[in-house]
Each structure stands twice: as structure tokens, then as C-alpha cells.
């Protein structure tokens, strides 16, 4: 049986190479993957003003869901300029989006479940405060 080998600066170099390869192929993904998602966002927002001028009306669930939209567009341009802490947005995103359902569903709701959401709230803003604590030092 052969002995291995130890590896030469040719083979560091290709293997350097290749990392920068596939580091350069999973950055287009990404970006491409963060445009369809603006592009979707950019639609459904669209979407729902139409809808709202439409029906010459405007309700609390809309204005919540437009928030949510722009959470959405104000996260995508975080992580596609890479200022900012990135790792909040789907926090901020989460908060928004249990705020609408205890708005849109609390006088049908247990008085439990409108309890356990807004420690849900609660957590995810203790979390939100840690990561911005942390990712500053």
C-alpha cells in the first residue's frame, strides 16, 4: 500500500481555487435568490394596495400586513449590503406578524392563547435586544 502523500502548494492552490469557486457560486445564488424575494414582496405589496384601492377601504389588517412587507424589504436590504444586523429583521418580522394575529384574532381568542402570544412578543424582544447586544461588541 502506497504511503500518502504531503500535499504541495499546486495542491493548496487548486484547493484555494475551488473554495473561491464555489464561494463566488453560492454568492450569485444568494443575491439572485434575495432579488426574487424582493420581487415577490414588491408584487404581493403591490397586490394588497391594489386590492385596498379597490375596495376604497383600508383596515387595520392591511396596514399590519404592509409592515410586514416592509420588514420584509428592509431585511433584504440589510443582508444585501451587509450593513446592519441581519439576524433582528426576522425577529422584528416575527413580532410584527404575532402583534397582527392577536389584532386581527383577539376578541375570538382565549384569553390563554392572547396570554402565551404576548410572551411570545415578550421573548422575541428579549432576543432581539441580546443579538443587538452582542453583535455591537
Known amino acids: 500500500m502506497a504511503e500518502p502523500r504531503p500535499p504541495t502548494d499546486l495542491d493548496e492552490e487548486i484547493e484555494d481555487r475551488h473554495l473561491l469557486v464555489a464561494e463566488s457560486g453560492f454568492r450569485w445564488v444568494e443575491r439572485a435568490l434575495l432579488i426574487v424575494t424582493m420581487v415577490m414582496t414588491l408584487v404581493a405589496a403591490g397586490t394588497e394596495v391594489w386590492s385596498v384601492v ?3 377601504r383600508i383596515e387595520l389588517a392591511d396596514l399590519l400586513l404592509m409592515f410586514l412587507y416592509t420588514e420584509v424589504i428592509g431585511m433584504i436590504a440589510v443582508f444585501y449590503t ?9 425577529i422584528f418580522i ?42 455591537d461588541k
Request: hydrophobic share 65%; glycine share 10%; no cysteine.
Open 94 to 135: 416575527a413580532i410584527t406578524a404575532i402583534a397582527r394575529l392577536i389584532v386581527l384574532q383577539g376578541k375570538d381568542m382565549a384569553p390563554e392563547n392572547v396570554v402565551f402570544d404576548a410572551g411570545a412578543i415578550l421573548l422575541l424582544a428579549v432576543a432581539a435586544l441580546v443579538i443587538g447586544r452582542f453583535r
Open 82 to 90: 451587509g450593513k446592519g444586523a441581519f439576524f433582528v429583521f426576522p
Open 54 to 56: 379597490a375596495d376604497r
